[in-house]
Structure formats: C-alpha cells, structure tokens
C-alpha cells in the first residue's frame, strides 16, 4: 500500500491551503484517515482524522479553521486549511489506518508566512 499526499506550500498568514491524500494499494478494512503534522523543532502531533463512516476529530488548536472530508470510494482525505498562522508551518503527514497496520505518507511542506 502507498499513501502520497499533495497541496502544500507557501502561504501568506491569513490564506488558504489544500492538501490532498490519496492511499493505494490493498489497505485490510481501511478505516480512519487522517493528518498530523511536526513543526521545526516539535514532535509529531495530531490535526484531525475522519473515519469512513465520516465521524471527526480535530486538534483544538484548529478547530474551526480546517475542515477534513473524505471520498471513500478514491480513499482520498482532504484538508481544507483557512486563516492559516504561521504556528501552522510543519511537515504534514497523511495517515491511512486499517485493521492491520497503519500507512504513513512521506510528508508535504507548509510553510506560512507572516
């Protein structure tokens, strides 16, 4: 199985990013998707999931300025991020959990300029 994540970039503070999360490959009872994220000098840490029956989960510290959806039939998550800080600048990594084991992307760049 394979997870490869897209959409990050440059930002100004204030903007407005996509990322994009796409698990292929043969994933037993593929569940919760997701994110996390590991800022310079952090520890990786949660910004939110979604399982396949759509329930959330998100970081306190985003609620209300992301947004994750999901299309189960492409097994793709989605992050819409909105009024981004540049506290959000990290490596963010897409998660892809089955009943099995668990797949993590290789990471995309977000950096927010303020």
């Known amino acids: 199985a394979q997870v490869v994540e897209s959409g990050g970039g440059l930002v100004q503070a204030g903007g407005s990013l996509r990322l994009s999360c796409a698990a292929s490959?043969?994933?037993?009872?593929?569940?919760?998707m997701g994110w996390y994220r590991q800022g310079p000098g952090k520890e990786r840490e949660l910004v939110a999931t979604?399982?396949?029956?759509?329930?959330?989960n998100y970081a306190g510290s985003v609620k209300g300025r992301f947004a994750i959806s999901r299309d189960n039939a492409k097994n793709t998550v989605y992050l819409q991020m909105n009024s981004l800080k540049s506290e959000d600048t990290a490596v963010y990594y897409c998660l892809a959990r089955g009943a099995l084991a668990s797949y993590w992307g290789q990471g995309t760049q977000v950096t927010v300029s303020s």
């Open positions: 490959g043969t994933i037993f009872r593929l569940d919760t």
């Open positions: 979604i399982t396949s029956g759509g329930s959330t």
